[in-house]
């Protein structure tokens, strides 16, 4: 079991930066992959960003590749989501999650835990 609690979500103007952060509670947090998705209004949820399980190893998806960063705090159980040149397009919210599996996803269906959300509004 483990529980997934957002932070620092809100509203910036387009070519602001917003830091999220994202607290692991439970047992073996270190083994997960954590995982940012998010989810616009009318559309499907999609990978942001994952700090791989035991290494901290990152991947991101093209469209925020170059303009955001996720960190890992194996010590705190958290990770975080620094998010800089913010564009319109990237208004949506914004989830944490857990996969327990041995290989790491980018789909959303293979993460076993998530966190309730937190909003980021860009504006223009």
């Known amino acids: 079991q483990v529980e997934l609690v957002e932070s620092g979500g809100g509203s910036v103007q387009a070519g602001g930066s917003l830091r999220l952060s994202c607290t692991a509670s439970?047992?073996?947090?270190?083994?997960?992959?954590l995982g940012w998705f998010r989810q616009a209004p009318g559309k499907e949820r999609e990978f942001v960003a994952v700090s791989k399980g035991n290494t901290g190893a990152e991947w991101y998806s093209d469209s925020v590749k170059g303009r955001f960063v996720i960190s890992r705090d194996f010590a705190k159980n958290t990770v975080h989501l620094q998010m800089n040149d913010l564009e319109s397009g990237d208004t949506a919210v914004y989830y944490c999650?857990?996969?327990?599996?041995?290989?790491?996803?980018?789909?959303?269906?293979?993460?076993?835990?998530w966190g309730r959300g937190t909003q980021v509004t860009v504006s223009s």
């Open positions: 999650a857990a996969d327990g599996a041995r290989r790491w996803s980018i789909q959303a269906v293979q993460y076993d835990y």
């Open positions: 439970g047992h073996s947090i270190s083994s997960y992959h």
